[in-house]
Protein backbone atom coordinates (compact mmCIF):
# COMPACT_ATOMS: atom_id res chain seq x y z
CA UNK A 1 0.00 0.00 0.00
CA UNK A 2 1.48 3.43 -0.55
CA UNK A 3 2.77 5.60 2.12
CA UNK A 4 1.25 8.67 1.32
CA UNK A 5 -2.09 9.34 0.15
CA UNK A 6 -3.46 12.56 -1.21
CA UNK A 7 -7.33 14.31 -1.01
CA UNK A 8 -9.13 14.91 -2.90
CA UNK A 9 -8.22 13.05 -5.79
CA UNK A 10 -9.26 16.27 -7.97
CA UNK A 11 -9.78 19.80 -7.52
CA UNK A 12 -11.60 22.26 -9.55
CA UNK A 13 -11.55 26.04 -8.76
CA UNK A 14 -11.58 29.24 -10.39
CA UNK A 15 -8.73 31.41 -10.90
CA UNK A 16 -7.60 33.70 -8.02
CA UNK A 17 -9.23 30.84 -5.76
CA UNK A 18 -6.90 29.48 -3.28
CA UNK A 19 -6.39 25.20 -3.63
CA UNK A 20 -5.59 23.24 -0.52
CA UNK A 21 -5.20 19.11 -0.88
CA UNK A 22 -3.93 17.02 1.85
CA UNK A 23 -1.29 14.41 2.79
CA UNK A 24 -1.59 11.45 4.32
CA UNK A 25 1.12 8.78 5.80
CA UNK A 26 1.48 5.99 7.71
CA UNK A 27 5.14 6.07 9.15
CA UNK A 28 7.70 8.06 10.30
CA UNK A 29 9.39 10.24 7.86
CA UNK A 30 12.85 11.89 7.40
CA UNK A 31 10.86 14.58 5.19
CA UNK A 32 7.91 15.23 3.09
CA UNK A 33 8.10 16.40 -0.64
CA UNK A 34 5.63 18.12 -2.64
CA UNK A 35 5.78 17.91 -6.22
CA UNK A 36 3.92 19.24 -9.32
CA UNK A 37 3.29 17.40 -13.16
CA UNK A 38 1.84 18.92 -15.67
CA UNK A 39 -0.04 16.43 -18.39
CA UNK A 40 2.63 13.40 -20.01
CA UNK A 41 5.61 15.29 -18.61
CA UNK A 42 7.75 14.10 -15.87
CA UNK A 43 7.41 15.56 -12.01
CA UNK A 44 9.11 18.78 -10.32
CA UNK A 45 9.77 19.43 -7.56
CA UNK A 46 8.00 22.14 -5.22
CA UNK A 47 9.14 22.42 -1.98
CA UNK A 48 10.47 19.94 1.19
CA UNK A 49 9.49 20.03 4.96
CA UNK A 50 11.49 18.23 7.29
CA UNK A 51 9.52 16.02 10.17
CA UNK A 52 11.31 18.53 13.12
CA UNK A 53 9.17 21.72 10.50
CA UNK A 54 5.67 22.57 11.16
CA UNK A 55 5.35 25.10 8.41
CA UNK A 56 6.93 26.32 5.10
CA UNK A 57 6.74 28.93 2.19
CA UNK A 58 7.93 29.24 -1.00
CA UNK A 59 6.02 31.72 -3.22
CA UNK A 60 2.01 31.45 -3.55
CA UNK A 61 2.70 27.68 -1.44
CA UNK A 62 2.63 26.91 1.74
CA UNK A 63 2.83 23.75 2.74
CA UNK A 64 2.31 22.16 6.65
CA UNK A 65 3.04 19.23 8.68
CA UNK A 66 2.07 17.44 11.78
CA UNK A 67 3.67 14.42 12.70
CA UNK A 68 1.41 13.34 15.62
CA UNK A 69 -1.46 13.09 12.66
CA UNK A 70 1.28 11.72 10.43
CA UNK A 71 -0.31 14.52 7.62
CA UNK A 72 0.90 17.37 5.32
CA UNK A 73 -0.88 20.12 3.80
CA UNK A 74 -0.32 21.98 0.18
CA UNK A 75 -1.71 25.46 -0.26
CA UNK A 76 -1.71 27.32 -3.72
CA UNK A 77 -3.06 30.99 -2.90
CA UNK A 78 -4.70 33.17 -5.77
CA UNK A 79 -4.43 30.44 -8.40
CA UNK A 80 -3.65 30.90 -12.02
CA UNK A 81 -4.52 29.02 -15.11
CA UNK A 82 -1.08 27.89 -15.39
CA UNK A 83 -1.36 26.14 -11.85
CA UNK A 84 -3.34 23.47 -13.05
CA UNK A 85 -1.71 20.25 -13.14
CA UNK A 86 -1.92 17.05 -10.92
CA UNK A 87 0.26 17.20 -7.50
CA UNK A 88 2.01 14.47 -5.39
CA UNK A 89 3.45 14.22 -1.72
CA UNK A 90 6.25 12.19 -1.45
CA UNK A 91 7.28 11.10 2.10
CA UNK A 92 11.44 10.55 2.62
CA UNK A 93 11.72 7.55 4.94
CA UNK A 94 15.27 6.94 6.62
CA UNK A 95 14.75 3.38 7.39
CA UNK A 96 13.27 2.84 3.89
CA UNK A 97 16.73 3.43 2.44
CA UNK A 98 17.54 6.56 0.28
CA UNK A 99 14.28 6.09 -1.58
CA UNK A 100 11.29 8.59 -1.83
CA UNK A 101 7.07 6.83 -1.77
CA UNK A 102 4.76 8.94 -3.74
CA UNK A 103 1.44 8.84 -3.14
CA UNK A 104 -1.54 8.90 -5.74
CA UNK A 105 -1.80 12.65 -6.13
CA UNK A 106 -4.35 15.55 -6.63
CA UNK A 107 -5.66 16.73 -10.43
CA UNK A 108 -6.07 20.49 -9.95
CA UNK A 109 -8.26 22.71 -12.62
CA UNK A 110 -7.90 26.03 -12.51
CA UNK A 111 -10.83 27.59 -14.51
CA UNK A 112 -9.92 30.99 -15.98
CA UNK B 1 21.33 23.87 -16.17
CA UNK B 2 20.79 20.25 -13.85
CA UNK B 3 19.31 17.31 -16.42
CA UNK B 4 18.11 14.05 -16.31
CA UNK B 5 17.13 12.65 -20.59
CA UNK B 6 15.52 9.68 -21.03
CA UNK B 7 15.97 8.46 -24.48
CA UNK B 8 13.11 8.28 -25.88
CA UNK B 9 9.82 10.05 -24.86
CA UNK B 10 7.35 7.20 -26.69
CA UNK B 11 7.95 3.90 -27.58
CA UNK B 12 5.99 0.95 -29.03
CA UNK B 13 6.46 -2.19 -28.43
CA UNK B 14 5.24 -6.25 -29.15
CA UNK B 15 5.05 -8.46 -26.81
CA UNK B 16 7.82 -10.49 -26.31
CA UNK B 17 10.11 -8.39 -27.34
CA UNK B 18 13.02 -6.61 -25.28
CA UNK B 19 13.13 -3.11 -24.39
CA UNK B 20 15.34 -0.80 -22.88
CA UNK B 21 14.92 2.42 -21.41
CA UNK B 22 18.36 4.92 -21.04
CA UNK B 23 18.23 7.59 -18.63
CA UNK B 24 21.33 9.90 -18.01
CA UNK B 25 22.23 12.47 -15.06
CA UNK B 26 24.52 15.56 -16.06
CA UNK B 27 24.40 16.27 -12.24
CA UNK B 28 27.01 13.64 -10.29
CA UNK B 29 24.27 12.35 -8.42
CA UNK B 30 25.20 8.85 -6.72
CA UNK B 31 20.99 8.14 -6.51
CA UNK B 32 19.31 6.81 -9.26
CA UNK B 33 15.42 5.61 -9.74
CA UNK B 34 12.98 4.26 -11.87
CA UNK B 35 9.12 4.51 -10.85
CA UNK B 36 6.26 3.49 -13.19
CA UNK B 37 3.53 5.66 -13.32
CA UNK B 38 0.01 4.31 -14.03
CA UNK B 39 -3.70 6.59 -13.72
CA UNK B 40 -5.00 5.52 -10.09
CA UNK B 41 -1.59 3.89 -8.94
CA UNK B 42 0.85 7.07 -8.83
CA UNK B 43 4.54 6.17 -8.73
CA UNK B 44 5.83 2.94 -7.83
CA UNK B 45 9.43 2.24 -7.38
CA UNK B 46 10.64 -0.52 -10.02
CA UNK B 47 14.77 -0.13 -8.68
CA UNK B 48 16.74 2.31 -7.79
CA UNK B 49 20.84 2.61 -7.21
CA UNK B 50 22.56 3.87 -4.97
CA UNK B 51 26.12 3.46 -6.57
CA UNK B 52 27.42 2.53 -10.02
CA UNK B 53 26.79 -1.66 -10.33
CA UNK B 54 24.95 -1.25 -7.24
CA UNK B 55 20.42 -1.86 -7.44
CA UNK B 56 18.38 -2.50 -4.93
CA UNK B 57 14.56 -3.75 -6.10
CA UNK B 58 11.89 -0.98 -5.61
CA UNK B 59 8.26 -2.18 -4.83
CA UNK B 60 7.32 -3.80 -8.54
CA UNK B 61 10.78 -5.35 -10.10
CA UNK B 62 8.99 -8.15 -11.30
CA UNK B 63 9.51 -8.62 -15.45
CA UNK B 64 12.26 -5.72 -15.42
CA UNK B 65 16.33 -5.39 -14.56
CA UNK B 66 18.29 -2.57 -14.73
CA UNK B 67 21.51 -1.93 -15.96
CA UNK B 68 24.51 1.00 -13.97
CA UNK B 69 27.60 0.51 -15.77
CA UNK B 70 29.00 4.07 -15.21
CA UNK B 71 27.16 7.08 -12.79
CA UNK B 72 25.73 8.92 -15.25
CA UNK B 73 23.77 6.46 -16.53
CA UNK B 74 20.91 3.84 -15.22
CA UNK B 75 19.07 1.68 -18.02
CA UNK B 76 16.20 -0.25 -17.24
CA UNK B 77 15.53 -3.47 -19.46
CA UNK B 78 12.08 -4.97 -19.73
CA UNK B 79 13.57 -8.52 -21.08
CA UNK B 80 10.33 -9.72 -22.51
CA UNK B 81 7.44 -6.79 -22.86
CA UNK B 82 4.19 -7.40 -21.98
CA UNK B 83 1.13 -5.52 -22.16
CA UNK B 84 0.64 -4.99 -18.79
CA UNK B 85 3.85 -3.52 -19.09
CA UNK B 86 2.25 -0.29 -21.37
CA UNK B 87 3.05 2.65 -18.79
CA UNK B 88 5.01 5.97 -17.85
CA UNK B 89 8.11 5.03 -17.00
CA UNK B 90 9.80 8.12 -15.52
CA UNK B 91 13.59 8.06 -14.40
CA UNK B 92 14.93 10.15 -11.45
CA UNK B 93 17.87 11.18 -9.84
CA UNK B 94 19.24 13.07 -6.57
CA UNK B 95 22.20 13.50 -4.24
CA UNK B 96 22.94 11.05 -1.67
CA UNK B 97 24.73 13.85 0.67
CA UNK B 98 21.42 15.90 0.58
CA UNK B 99 18.28 13.38 1.28
CA UNK B 100 17.24 16.51 -1.02
CA UNK B 101 14.88 16.40 -3.87
CA UNK B 102 14.25 13.66 -6.92
CA UNK B 103 15.24 15.57 -10.19
CA UNK B 104 13.06 13.44 -12.81
CA UNK B 105 13.68 12.95 -16.73
CA UNK B 106 10.42 14.22 -19.09
CA UNK B 107 9.05 10.57 -18.93
CA UNK B 108 9.06 7.22 -21.52
CA UNK B 109 5.94 6.80 -22.60
CA UNK B 110 5.81 2.52 -23.58
CA UNK B 111 2.97 0.83 -25.41
CA UNK B 112 3.27 -2.93 -25.86
CA UNK B 113 0.92 -4.68 -28.28
Known amino acids: SQQGEEDPQALSIQEGENATMNCSYKTSINNLQWYRQNSGRGLVHLILIRSNEREKHSGRLRVTLDTSKKSSSLLITASRAADTASYFCATDVRAAGNKLTFGGGTRVLVKP | DVKVTQSSRYLVKRTGEKVFLECVQD?????MFWYRQDPGLGLRLIYF???????EKGDIPEGYSVSREKKERFSLILESASTNQTSMYLCASRSRVSWGELFFGEGSRLTVL
Open chain 2, 27 to 31: MDHEN
Open chain 2, 49 to 55: SYDVKMK
